[in-house]
């Protein structure tokens, strides 16, 4: 808390400062508030990594320097919060928005206790508004924000805390032992499993804003029907990768962002540009997961892969339109599948082994998780029916009658209620 409020107070001094300066002092204010963000993020979550890494590479070299003795903890969600503050003070010096003078209204928007810890990332134009008003609580609105409490809650307790022992027992095996059906079957449930979690976290939070008044953007959009990966970034985590863009990839591209979204646009951005930036920013968002190389490696895999898709996209044009969709979602799913393998594996020598096996014809021999496979198969088949069932609930909840939506809580909260557990810590919290 110390550490946010901090945060807090640079960000809003700053933000009433910036409007009042000159066009160099904006940019030194801007610098400052930067500096200040991303230095309390890169000590708490990246000197250790990066100084045992230094140190490691100087003994390789002839050094004998001792490991440091560094006891850092890492303060919950700094990396959501670093980002919506920062995100704050940048739409302020683009003169998207006003700074805010009433710092109680200023930090509730940074403190907001539904999205703290695992987003979604807020920007200050979606809900300051909402929170200068003081919504008032309505029945509606209580019953609109359970339903998506009740649907999170089914989606963490039934499906992702189900699929969770799976994935843990499977990692667990060694990679020497593991067959090539192993790894396609463990990054397949780790992908339903954080996609389950993950949203879970987002329905619990929309909904809980909800019983206050307060709208909070979709943060998911069946990303597993994307068709290609560019399209499965405008539908996974999308506060977090409409963040990336607007604020890392464009401004890396040399592009100047003038209106609030991508739509305003000035400069023309070469294609070397462009792919220096996709790079850089895959990069840094690997690593805004976590100080680990196996998540800058799941970084430059998803920039590679986008890399490519603009290389091939415009034969995709050539194709008949349901074609290329329907193709384009087999192609890209288990592309996007092979990319968790990093994510979960605990190094980079167990990734590069399970990698490995997918790609070799002579891996493809049996399943070790085999007296598993009829329960791995029905937990993603019900999961995928669950995920469509629940987002016709919240999307299209004035087309049910009251028999077919009682029906359908009728289920899910009896199902919590027998799953229910100590519930395993969300799976984002980490981040």
């Not at 690593?287 to 603009?310: C, E, K, Q, S």
């Not at 209620?417 to 395993?424: D, N, S």
Request: aromatic residues 16%; proline residues 5%.
């Amino acid at each position: 808390m110390p550490i946010m409020l901090l945060s807090a107070i640079v960000d809003y001094l700053v933000s009433l400062q910036i409007p009042k300066a000159k066009q160099k002092n904006k940019k030194n204010l801007l610098s400052v508030s930067l500096f200040i963000n991303f230095g309390l993020l890169f000590y708490f979550k990246y000197l250790i990594f990066f100084s045992e890494n230094a140190i490691g590479l100087a003994n390789l070299l002839g050094a004998n320097l001792s490991p440091l003795t560094l006891n850092i903890i890492l303060p919950l969600g700094i990396s959501f919060y670093t980002f919506q503050t920062v995100s704050y003070t940048i739409d302020v010096y683009r003169e998207h928005i006003k700074p805010e003078k009433d710092f109680v209204l200023y930090a509730c928007y940074v403190t907001f206790f539904p999205q703290l810890v695992a987003g979604p990332i807020l920007r200050a134009a979606e809900v300051m508004d909402q929170l200068t008003h003081r919504p008032s609580f309505t029945l509606d609105n209580i019953a609109l924000g359970l339903r998506r409490i009740i649907q999170g809650l089914f989606l963490k307790v039934v499906l992702a805390d189900n699929i969770a022992p799976l994935v843990d027992a499977g990692f667990a095996i060694p990679v020497a032992t593991m067959s090539a059906l192993d790894v396609w079957t463990l990054a397949f449930l780790f992908g339903f499993q954080i996609y389950f979690d993950f949203s879970a976290y987002s329905h619990i939070a929309i909904g809980s804003a909800k019983l206050m008044g307060i709208n909070f953007p979709e943060n998911f959009n069946f990303p597993y029907l994307a068709t290609s990966p560019r399209d499965f970034w405008r539908r996974w985590h999308i506060s977090l990768s409409s963040w990336i863009r607007d604020y890392l990839y464009l401004p890396l591209s040399g592009v100047k962002v003038r209106e609030r979204s991508v739509h305003g646009l000035s400069g023309a951005v070469q294609d070397n540009q462009k792919t220096k930036a996709l790079f850089m920013t895959w990069a840094i968002m690997g690593l805004w997961h976590g100080a680990n190389w196996t998540f800058l490696l799941w970084g430059i895999y998803h920039a590679l892969v986008v890399y490519i898709y603009r290389l091939v996209e415009p034969s995709s044009h050539k194709l008949n339109t349901y074609i290329s969709k329907v193709g384009g979602v087999i192609v890209t799913l288990p592309v996007i599948m092979l990319a968790w393998v990093p994510f979960r594996a605990e190094s980079l020598t167990a990734t590069v082994g399970m990698w490995s096996k997918v790609v070799n014809p002579l891996a493809y021999t049996s399943l070790n998780m085999r007296e598993n496979v009829y329960l791995v198969t029905a937990i993603i088949l019900v999961g995928l029916f669950a995920a469509k069932w629940i987002q016709f609930l919240f999307k299209s909840r004035d087309t049910l009658t009251f028999f077919g939506e009682t029906v359908a809580y009728a289920v899910m909260i009896p199902l919590i209620i027998i799953f229910l557990r100590p519930i395993a810590q969300f799976i984002y919290f980490q981040f």
